[in-house]
């Protein structure tokens, strides 16, 4: 029997233990160490998931040299992801890091190239590509290319966030499109297997600076001459999410409300409408998904090549929003 995956988790606040939970559950997989700058967080999570005092770290660095581990979740602001990758992966470990992969372009595209190079698996945690809706979404318009799309994201952000990190642009790299609105970016993207072209958005602001984004509008468009129109809103009552792809063989719709499985429909090119049934549609979380890929050498659910697409598209959002000029996309990832 092949030992379990012993995994270490760097950053043990809401997401980072609600991953942990989801890998304690795990046969193949064991929480050998834990990492947060908050003591508070280290002996919560600790204790929560049987952790030794010893191998509860405040530096993560400490960790990586000392822990016996084969893998690591990392659950930290935004900004702070790739520094920490790029240790993890030199160390020689697997790793999970929650979306977005990093805030910086220059930074994604030299986390794929060491992906493309190295034998450890680097998943980052876009949770879309394991949903059924979303995978039924993908595989009907496999072999078709959507021409007009519409999506749109809310969440009541700005109140259930203020004050924290996600709201410092120094921690989070922006705001509501760099935190939920990722997600809405990324769905659209690996749900068509579109190639971002050019973006064109406006934004509104929460800060004099004009770097914490809380509403967002976004036009893409697409190198097959699809048009896309991408709405972030962090200042809504509630979640909701709405996205529709239409294509000459009629369209997709993904619709549903807080953070419940979202449904999916099938508009026919007559107009019919045909509920897909996700009976005996794989339905893995993340942290069945990432044990996977280690253990059997599976390419993971969403990769850095997944994760630069978002990244990309995000940046030239926020410089069009800046200087008022469309902007390129640059997925280029050439030394």
Aim: glycine residues 8%; proline residues 4%; hydrophobic residues 40%.
């Amino acid at each position: 029997m092949t030992a379990p995956i012993s995994t270490g988790i760097i950053g043990t606040g809401g997401f980072g233990t609600f991953f942990g939970e989801q890998l304690a559950e795990v046969e193949d997989a064991s929480i050998a160490a834990i990492a947060d700058v908050s003591e508070e967080n280290r002996n919560r999570a600790g204790d929560q998931f049987g952790v030794p005092p010893e191998s509860r770290y405040g530096d993560y660095e400490d960790m990586l040299a000392e822990a016996d581990i084969d893998a690591v979740v990392i659950s930290t602001p935004h900004t702070l992801h790739y520094e920490m990758i790029t240790a993890a992966m030199d160390a020689g470990l697997h790793v999970m890091c929650e979306k977005p992969l990093t805030t910086d372009l220059g930074h994604a595209k030299d986390l794929v190239r060491r992906a493309d190079e190295s034998d450890t698996i680097l998943m980052v945690g876009y949770q879309r590509h394991l949903s059924p809706a979303f995978m039924l979404a993908r595989d009907d318009l496999a072999g078709s290319e959507p021409k007009f799309i519409t999506a749109e994201i809310t969440q009541n952000w700005l109140a259930a966030t203020g004050g924290t990190w996600r709201h410092d642009p120094d921690l989070s790299g922006g705001g509501q499109l760099y935190d939920t609105g990722s997600h809405l970016v990324d769905a659209v993207l690996w749900t068509t297997g579109l190639v971002p072209e050019s973006v064109s958005a406006e934004m509104v602001y929460e800060d004099e600076a004009e770097r914490v984004d809380i509403q967002a509008v976004l036009n893409v468009t697409f190198e097959n001459g699809c048009v896309a129109s991408l709405s972030v809103s962090g200042d809504s009552p509630r979640v909701s999410e709405h996205i529709r792809l239409w294509s000459d063989d009629g369209g997709v719709r993904i619709d549903g409300t807080d953070w419940d499985e979202r449904a999916v429909s099938v508009v026919e090119p007559d107009g019919t409408e045909v509920y897909p049934s996700t009976e005996g549609v794989e339905n893995r979380n993340r942290a069945e998904a990432f044990i996977d890929a280690i253990v059997h050498g599976e390419t993971p659910p969403a990769t850095a090549r997944d994760a630069l697409a978002v990244t990309a598209v995000t940046e030239a959002a926020y410089e069009s929003a800046r200087t008022g000029e469309r902007v390129s996309v640059d997925l280029d990832i050439a030394e």
